[in-house]
């Protein structure tokens, strides 16, 4: 139960992270990428811990968990490749109101600092979860073949 209890609270904790990483971008426009950045900044602080922590982590002793997270993990990839190339083409135009479902009215200093703060963090991010998934499967693939009965 103690274990379960930890897993939640980091889920929470993960959360959390994610909307204080996006809450310059959502206090000022209507973010049209909150729930792809809000994804790929959640996987990359909860699968880090879960690299960290992976031999503790009671629900990777179950070899179906391990099956259905590595699947998971490659269609989160896929997902988060198509997701860098969506934002990608709106890098070169250089505008709030590709970012924004509706139009708002913000001054320049404002727009470039949430123009350079959507790109870094996103690209941060979203560089660092495919990293972190590719380190998680690496991690499931070693554990079954350190699972494997020694003769």
Request: glycine residues 0%; aromatic residues 22%; positive net charge.
């Given at each position: ?13 993960a ?46 002793k179950?070899?179906w ?87």
């Amino acid at each position: 139960m103690l274990q379960f209890l930890k897993e939640l609270l980091w889920l929470v904790i993960a959360l959390i992270i994610a909307v204080l990483v996006q809450l310059p971008i959502i206090s000022e426009i209507e973010y049209k990428y909150v729930i792809a950045n809000t994804l790929m900044i959640f996987i990359s602080v909860y699968y880090f811990r879960t690299v960290l922590d992976f031999k503790n982590m009671f629900f990777f002793k179950l070899k179906w968990v391990k099956y259905f997270l590595f699947a998971l993990n490659l269609f989160l990839f896929v997902f988060i490749v198509t997701r860098i190339q969506k934002i990608l083409l709106f890098f070169e135009l250089f505008t709030i109101s590709s970012y924004s479902k509706s139009v708002n009215v913000l001054s320049s200093e404002k727009e470039v600092f949430l123009l350079n703060y959507i790109q870094k963090e996103y690209l941060f991010f979203s560089l660092f979860s495919l990293l972190i998934i590719v380190v998680l499967n690496t991690k499931i693939i070693a554990s079954f073949w350190n699972n494997e009965p020694k003769f």
